[in-house]
């Protein structure tokens, strides 16, 4: 500020100097040169006056807009402004762990699943590194350390060898979205005889997408070991699905996670990676709205898709096409206006389908979900 004030106090400074010349001029020179020199000064100070200021102005306006920026970048998005995740906040300050039950909204773009159990979930923030665990109805029942809430969940939930349920379908949203946006295929999935679903939470924007299938491994090995999996993935969630088979395949699968999988449905799967993100990628604007998910779909694809599999059980493909009057300049050829129908292709896919859906909203279209129902329901 030192910088942008000094300039002014040094014009404000020869402006009231001013007349003291002038009028020595005057003692000199005709009344005519007087009003000249006055006038020309005059001139002169006004110039030196709004010139500084116009630029301090511009230069506050533009600190400002910094500012704005940069406090928007660690703004909690959606349904995290509400009252229970500032309170929870509040709490946290605490160095006690006195906890108080409060509703929180599931966890939107900041938390992600690392443990489920029965409707419980142990949940880290992708900000401050700290833990909580939820019930069913979304209530906190305990945070701090990862410990305090796998203390907690024991006390609340035992964990049991054998489980009560046999399959369980993983539904995994995708890239800025919620598990909210899975909820709607809760229903008609459990009309079809799967009636247990677990919806994983991620957040997407903030980490690598191998940090999310890390996430998910500890889900599911934390899970009955007799319990068997099916998947249905939304867009970034399928690639979440596939990194995880690669790095349970690399590194050893002692929880015997690949023999329990069954089936997988992809919708609007980005398998061969995303044009639009890697048009839009070379915009700084981009990575900072998706995070490096979103730069893992464009610019870094060919780093990514070294660690991803294809899933040796079998897996089947619903794409979007939706035929527009006016295409997407960033997508090629027929798409939803995301993913190119080309992009969702995987070798290997027991079936192959489009239908005439957004990408958005695959997931939440009745046709969708009945396709998708059939596809994973149980043989009789």
Known sequence: MRHLISPVRKNRADFVSLPKKVARSADVHAGSNLRTAFNSQSRASSRYTTEPRTMQRSLLLCFALIVSLQCHRHQVHSDEHNLSEHQEHQSMTDRTNFNLPIKTAGGTQLWTDHQWRNGYRIQQNALTGHWRLLDSQNVRRAWGSRMQCQAALEGLCPKAE???????????????????????????????????????????????????????????????????????????????????????????????????????????????????????????????????????????????????????????????????????????????????????KLDGSASFQTVPVLHSFLMSTPDVMHKTAELLKPAS
Not at 173 to 201: N, Q, Y
Request: hydrophobic content about 40%; glycine content about 8%.
């Open 162 to 344: 054998t489980s009560a349920s046999t399959h369980y379908v993983i539904l995994l949203h995708g890239l800025m979205r919620t598990s909210g946006s899975m909820k709607s295929l809760e229903p008609v999935l459990a009309e079809a005889g799967l009636p247990d679903c677990i919806r994983f939470s991620y957040a997407s924007t903030r980490f690598s997408i191998g940090k999310h299938s890390a996430a998910l491994r500890e889900v599911l090995e934390d899970l009955p070991n007799d319990a068997t999996f099916s998947f249905v993935g939304h867009s970034m969630g399928n690639i979440v699905v596939r990194h995880l088979i690669s790095d349970l395949q690399l590194e050893g699968d002692p929880h015997h996670i690949l023999d329990r999988c069954q089936t997988m449905v992809m919708l609007g799967p980005p398998n061969q990676g995303a044009a639009i993100a890697r048009r839009l990628g070379k915009l700084k604007l981009f990575e900072w709205v998706t995070g490096q998910g979103g730069i893992e779909l464009g610019p870094e694809w060919e780093d990514l898709q070294a660690k991803l599999a294809t899933p040796p059980f079998p897996f089947h493909i619903i794409a979007g096409d939706i035929n527009p009057p006016i295409a997407n300049p960033l997508v090629d050829g027929e798409s939803d206006y995301v993913v190119s129908v080309d992009e969702a």
